[in-house]
Nanobody, 128 residues
């Protein structure tokens, strides 16, 4: 059973940047799919970005395009989310998610049900 652990959250002002990290023990393989989700206060959890193990393919939600970048370091079993030009509406709990089956990265959307492993989350607060 793999484990996911997020870090890097914090409080920033609008326009600032944060880099989230996820340690993905037991989930990195030649066929894994990794993703970031977030959940704002009173909101449903939504997908932000995903990446295949090879790093060749990424997907971003419209809200993340042009501002966020997902990447991974296979040697360290780490997944990152670089977030720039942050807005107050980006605030929420950010979760790292994983599936050892790369098919989770093939769908047209980024859906919770495609992922079997979840971290505990890291809080991001963006003030105006």
């Amino acid at each position: 059973q793999g484990q996911l652990a997020e870090s890097g959250g914090g409080s920033v002002q609008a326009g600032g940047s944060l880099r989230l990290s996820c340690t993905a023990s037991g989930y990195f393989s030649s066929r894994s799919c990794m993703a970031w989700f977030r959940q704002g206060p009173g909101q449903e959890r939504e997908g932000v970005a995903r990446i295949v193990h090879s790093g060749d393919s990424t997907y971003y939600a419209d809200s993340a395009k042009g501002r966020f970048t997902i990447s991974q370091d296979n040697a360290k079993a780490m997944v990152y989310l670089q977030m720039n030009s942050l807005k107050p509406e980006d605030s929420g709990m950010y979760y790292c998610a994983a599936n050892v089956n790369v098919r989770a990265c093939h769908g047209p959307n980024l859906a919770q049900y495609d992922f079997t492993g979840w971290g505990q989350g890291t809080q991001v607060t963006v003030s105006s």
